[in-house]
C-alpha cells in the first residue's frame, strides 16, 4: 500500500518526518532545483538520473527560493519519479531557519 503525503511541508513537518521515516528505514532527501544548497542542512542537487537510483517509496522534498516552483512542478516530478514520494518545501530556501532545529523527546 503506497502512503499518502501532502503536497508541501514546512521546515518542522519536513525535520519531524525525517526522523520518523527513517527510523522506519525510508530515505528522505532535500533536493536542490536552484544550486543552492541551504547552510546547516544536508542537500542533494536535483539531478534526474541519480535520483531515479534511489530506493523505491524513498520521499524527495523539493526547494526553491520561495517553494512557488517547486510546487508549480509538483506534478512534473511525481510523473518523473513515479516509486518515489515528491513533495515541495513550503516557503523554499527563504523560510528556512538555518538554527532550527528538533530534539527528540525523551521517553
Known amino acids: 500500500m503506497k502512503r499518502e503525503f501532502p503536497n508541501e511541508w514546512t521546515q518542522e513537518e519536513f525535520l519531524r518526518n525525517k526522523i520518523?521515516?527513517?527510523?522506519?528505514?525510508?530515505k528522505v532527501l532535500l533536493?536542490?532545483?536552484?544550486?543552492?544548497?541551504?547552510a546547516h542542512a544536508s542537500t542533494?542537487?536535483?539531478n534526474p538520473?541519480?535520483?531515479?537510483?534511489?530506493?523505491?517509496?524513498?520521499?524527495?522534498?523539493?526547494?526553491c527560493d520561495s517553494g512557488k516552483a517547486t510546487m508549480n512542478r509538483l506534478e512534473e516530478y511525481?510523473?518523473?519519479?513515479?516509486q518515489q514520494h515528491c513533495i515541495s518545501l513550503k516557503g523554499g530556501r527563504g523560510y528556512w531557519r538555518k538554527h532550527f532545529q528538533i530534539l527528540e523527546e525523551e521517553k
Open 49 to 63: 538520473v541519480e535520483l531515479k537510483e534511489e530506493a523505491a517509496g524513498s520521499v524527495f522534498v523539493f526547494y
Open 20 to 26: 520518523a521515516l527513517e527510523k522506519e528505514g525510508i
Open 31 to 38: 533536493i536542490d532545483t536552484i544550486l543552492s544548497p541551504i
Open 44 to 46: 542533494v542537487t536535483y
Open 78 to 82: 511525481r510523473k518523473k519519479f513515479p
